[in-house]
């Protein structure tokens, strides 16, 4: 079973994408202007070991990951991150390789600072297809509304987010009526 929600603005998904991509993009929010992530805000991410592997072209963070950059919170068990090989010269002159996608995975939660939060086993952002994929047992929270179900995907470009269900898990939307302005 498939549901398409455009009611919820999951600016928590949203914002994990600008957490860990390294360009400024923009998102909307309900009933709020829309707002810029710098991409001049430095990412800071704790964990308790760090694995380069330049041939693989892939960072490992394990152990009580913990990732913060503008008001958003990243913890997770593991998180991978893919980088192309290309890298490309910034207005500076350094170097930076483009991140291919990131894949978060162990009790992974997303907390926003507007108190949006995220939950899911596992999350994977494919810059390419500006798309986030949560999965295992995914839960997103905004305010008083909730959805879950056996598989979440939102895609960033389009506003849009297919809930799934699954052969034990049906998609469950818990949402509450919104007060209109002015009356």
Known sequence: MRILLSIFSFSVIISFVFLL????????????????????SPIVIHSNTLELDQQKRLIVFEGQVN??????????QKMIVY??????????????????????LGNVTINSSDGSMARAGRAVFYQNE????????????????FVEGHRIII????????IEGGETKRVKATIFPKEEKGK
């Open 130 to 145: 500006e798309k986030i994929v949560l999965t295992e047992n995914p839960f997103v929270k905004q305010g008083p509304d």
């Open 21 to 40: 991509s390294s360009h400024t993009n923009s998102f909307s929010q309900e009933n709020k202007a829309s707002k810029k992530i710098s991409s001049e």
């Open 155 to 162: 895609f960033l470009n389009e506003n849009r987010s297919i």
């Open 67 to 76: 990732a913060r950059r503008e008001g958003m919170v990243v913890d997770c």
């Open 83 to 104: 980088y192309r090989n290309n890298p490309t010269k910034n207005e500076s002159g350094v170097e930076s390789s483009r991140i291919d996608k990131i894949i978060a």
